[in-house]
């Protein structure tokens, strides 16, 4: 069956598209970075296929595997039967930054920028509960070495559904929050980001918040999914194309986000006047539910660093009580007297005390993942007129 | 009152002493990678003051603070009135490869090498069962808030009492391990190590791994303990004595440990015949419960990696059921025909994607500590007689 792709959702006209068939595409980095939760119809789109028509009062989720009672549940089911919680989460492609890591050496997959990563507010119920609710508290010696799988309706030509799986650990992690979101940012959740339901695995790499979620299964295994197994995965720096088969195995998925930044603002080649006020301004985030503890910022190359101001707090005071342990940090930083033409870098430390690479060459790998390599922004000098 | 340094115990001959009052040492690297848990009088030794002399039948640990119940426990009271549990820990001290650090450029602090870490076997009951007999169940709103406070029988020169604190999240999670430990390697806890009773924060920098522990508080903020609030910090590379005193405040305590590793086996500057059969020998860890996923080795100064061979299943299978969640990995690299005189490099990852700097001096910092930078050893030439 060719694929349909006669039924996809509209899109902002912003957006810059990777690739169309399956849709993939991000929004400017300075949009990106002007709203503290991404607005909806800006937030990035990363799909495996075409977007599924689906008819929420028919669909059903499946929990099956090693659980002591199978359970079917609808969408009302799922919203009504079980606690709602609404937790803040940015979600980001492992291939955030593809595009540079290609530039060093020529990676495969969908050519990413910086602003494949976005944040917002889900709400729906744990799938702790739901797992609770399908009998898991009677594995719970065995919680160590499970997995939970997700599949999707969507059909995926490298695979029959997209799915993943996460360790059973997280999934029942009280403080881990993973949620079956019924919704984004207050409204029903848009086709392009699963609707009716999709998994969202907070701290996790996108690729494992499996959107139009039909099955959950309880395994004693990793997926044996396309998508867990044959993607997503950092090699060494010496495997190629040709050896990369000896390899999948012998490679982890990967999981936890790594510590991350972005520079959004000058964007890369953008001309500034020399002796100006400026303000630059990014991102930053980290996995597992950690915090970004600074960012350091440099104008001469990594000689002299300074320390950008952090907006957690400013953050927690606007929107009052919602959890911002799984979202992403703003930062700026204020520059009186700007040096242009000149390359600015950053980095960032999460609570972990693990920073960013310098050098992307040392972390180059054959997928163009985890690009998390020194962030640096070329400023030319604007000319006074 | 002086420091009475008239009773401390004996210690094996073979430590290197990196400061005698208070007692400083580290075993020998390649003693420490010979057995995956470190042998009772070959664990390293940090201390901030001259050892107690404590009679257990008269210690007490108090319980007090922001908790429904105060509690004064007996070490009898500590061993049979709650579950005692077994965990393996590595401990280590963030001031790891100080001495490398100081040579880019001066810090002060216990001049560390590479075997400033060490593993055992921790038994004795769970922080978290000792909470909740405290009541801290009727605070759980508030757990993500709060602060547990550890305070030992030391007297330091810089406070009263030697102490920190671990989020109050770290000290109730059911997997995260905290355990108030009487035992070290199936004996009562050594005097050098915190005899009667003290705390295993595993994931943690060692400093936070309280020992002659006398007292834990809980509070709503962290420890104001000299240790917690102006010792064991990560500052911006530009801080010097001058201007420290503006950032203690601005730094947050170091607690999880970042991903680490070290070249045991050859030792720097040790001299090896070329073209000879050779296996290079490390460990590798990383905090929070996170896996070592990879050690990469290269002989030519990181142009090309290998894969090291990690220790982890044959471990599994020797010690049977311990968890090795919080214990480092050892690795292994056969080299067939050794090129000498070269530089050995090697790097770790873990399963948060992180990974070391390739550079000390992008995260040289004035106290000297979490020096995680690619570790590099010299190989001289030995010539065949």
Chains 1, 2 share one sequence.
């Not at 059973?168 to 403080?175: F, G, I, T, V, Y």
């Not at 500034?272 to 440099?298: C, F, H, N, Q, W």
């Not at 990594?302 to 952090?310: D, F, S």
């Amino acid at each position: 069956m060719a694929a349909n792709y006669n039924q996809e959702p509209k899109r902002a006209a912003n957006l810059t598209v990777n690739e169309i068939r399956p849709f993939n595409a991000e929004p400017p980095v300075s949009v990106l970075r002007e709203h503290f939760v991404t607005p909806t119809d800006q937030f990035y789109i990363r799909n495996h296929a075409p977007v599924p028509v689906i008819d929420s009062r028919n669909h059903l989720v499946s929990v099956t595997g090693l659980i002591p009672l199978e359970l079917n549940l609808t969408v009302n089911q799922l919203e009504n039967d079980f606690p709602q919680v609404t937790i803040m989460a940015t979600l980001m492609c492992a291939g955030n930054r593809r595009t540079e890591m290609s530039m060093f050496k020529k990676v495969r997959g969908v050519p990413w920028g910086n602003a494949a990563l976005s944040n917002a507010i889900w709400r729906g119920p744990k799938l702790r509960d739901i797992l609770l609710a399908a009998g898991v508290d009677k594995l719970e010696p065995m919680w160590d070495s499970l997995h939970v799988e997700f599949e999707g309706v969507d059909i995926c030509k490298e695979n029959k559904g997209y799915g993943s799986s996460i360790p059973m650990s997280k999934a029942m992690d009280p403080r881990g929050d993973t949620v079956l979101a019924l919704q984004m940012n207050g409204h029903v959740l848009p086709r392009d980001h699963g609707y009716p339901v999709r998994v969202v695995v907070p701290g996790y790499i996108g690729a494992r918040s499996v959107k139009w979620l039909k099955h959950i299964r309880v395994l004693r295994h990793e997926s044996n999914n396309y998508f867990q197994v044959k993607d997503y995965k950092i090699f060494p720096p010496h495997v190629d194309w040709d050896i990369v088969d000896n390899w999948w195995d012998k490679s982890p998925p990967i999981q936890e986000l790594s510590v991350q930044a972005a520079i959004c603002q000058p964007g890369d080649g953008e001309a500034i006047t020399p002796g100006s006020k400026y303000t630059i301004k990014g991102y930053a985030l980290t996995g597992g539910g950690r915090r970004i503890t600074r960012v350091d910022v440099s104008l001469n190359g990594g000689k002299t660093w300074e320390v950008a101001r952090l907006f957690s707090d400013l953050h927690n005071q606007k929107t009052g009580s919602h959890n911002t342990k799984w979202s992403w940090e703003f930062w700026e930083m204020p520059v009186m007297s700007m040096p242009s033409p000149c390359t600015i870098f950053c980095r960032a430390w999460d609570d972990s005390s693990n920073t960013m690479p310098e050098d992307l060459r040392h972390i180059w790998n054959l997928r163009g993942v985890m690009n998390n390599s020194w962030v640096k922004v070329k400023v030319l000098a604007k000319s006074k007129v």
